[in-house]
């Protein structure tokens, strides 16, 4: 935020167009910004920060747009969706026609993308195909909207039951896929979001009880607790 406000100073003084500047301060931030760490905490935004925002993930996605009531903004999102099935599954119905997520985009105005995949790729056998799929993914996005700012959440954790006793989920595996996003995030200089943070309530990488009735989906408390979460975790507010 200070690097932003000396930036705005500078090109004020010497009386450089508005827009012009503004291109130049994204550059420079984006330059400096240490992206091996996730977003710091900042002050909350309003709501209407996410109104040029499109939310793209699986059902815990369609969740948060759902219980928090996030009509403002455009959504993406559905059960079973993955980095893979963005590209090959029509399930956005434009104008009547039912088109991919990806060509969806290439018809939707935004500013803001979040992103969150992870829990359904952890079955994959290749976590380096997830990775590759994610970028391309991410790269795509960037090809239709150059200057979008790019958000992408961890994956969040599951109760401890689940990750004791499901086939191919637990929040160990969830870790390990986390560190390969951020890996990732680094790589491709896009905004890393530790939402975790706003729903663990020890150093239990857990869902808390109560958290979610079948230890997967958030309940709508929590999914306000993550919405909370994404307005104080912002790089351009």
């Known amino acids: 935020a200070r690097l932003r406000s000396e930036l705005r100073?500078?090109?004020?003084?010497?009386?450089?167009?508005?827009?012009?500047?503004?291109?130049?301060?994204?550059?420079?931030?984006a330059q400096y910004y240490d992206f091996s760490q996730p977003v710091p905490e900042s002050?909350?935004?309003?709501?209407?920060?996410?109104?040029?925002?499109?939310?793209?993930?699986?059902?815990?996605?369609?969740?948060?747009?759902l219980?928090?009531?996030?009509?403002?903004?455009?959504?993406?999102?559905?059960?079973?969706?993955?980095?893979?099935?963005?590209?090959?599954?029509?399930?956005?119905?434009?104008?009547?026609?039912?088109?991919?997520?990806?060509?969806?985009?290439?018809?939707?105005?935004?500013?803001?993308?979040?992103?969150?995949?992870?829990?359904?790729?952890l079955g994959w056998a290749y976590p380096s195909i997830f990775i590759d799929k994610f970028t391309q993914l991410i790269q795509e996005i960037r090809a239709i909207n150059p200057d979008a700012v790019i958000y992408v959440q961890e994956?969040?954790?599951?109760s401890q039951k689940v990750s004791e006793t499901h086939s191919y989920i637990s929040n160990e595996k969830i870790q390990e896929f986390n560190q390969l996003i951020l890996?990732?995030?680094?790589?491709?200089?896009?905004?890393?979001?530790?939402?975790?943070?706003?729903?663990?309530?020890?150093?239990?990488?857990?869902?808390?009880e109560g958290a979610s009735s079948d230890g997967i989906h958030l309940t709508p408390s929590y999914c306000k607790n993550w919405l909370d979460y994404l307005l104080c975790h912002t790089v351009n507010p």
């Open 67 to 121: 219980y928090t009531g996030l009509s403002n903004a455009t959504s993406y999102a559905q059960k079973g969706l993955t980095v893979d099935t963005v590209f090959t599954d029509p399930i956005v119905d434009l104008n009547g026609q039912m088109v991919t997520v990806v060509e969806a985009m290439k018809h939707t105005q935004f500013s803001k993308v979040y992103l969150m995949f992870g829990i359904n790729e």
């Open 9 to 29: 100073r500078f090109y004020g003084a010497f009386g450089v167009v508005k827009s012009e500047a503004a291109k130049e301060e994204d550059s420079v931030y």
């Open 155 to 158: 994956i969040l954790p599951v």
């Open 183 to 208: 890996n990732m995030t680094q790589e491709q200089k896009v905004y890393y979001l530790q939402v975790s943070q706003s729903l663990i309530e020890d150093d239990n990488f857990c869902l808390p």
């Open 43 to 65: 002050s909350a935004v309003e709501k209407s920060y996410l109104d040029d925002a499109v939310f793209i993930g699986d059902s815990r996605t369609e969740g948060l747009v």
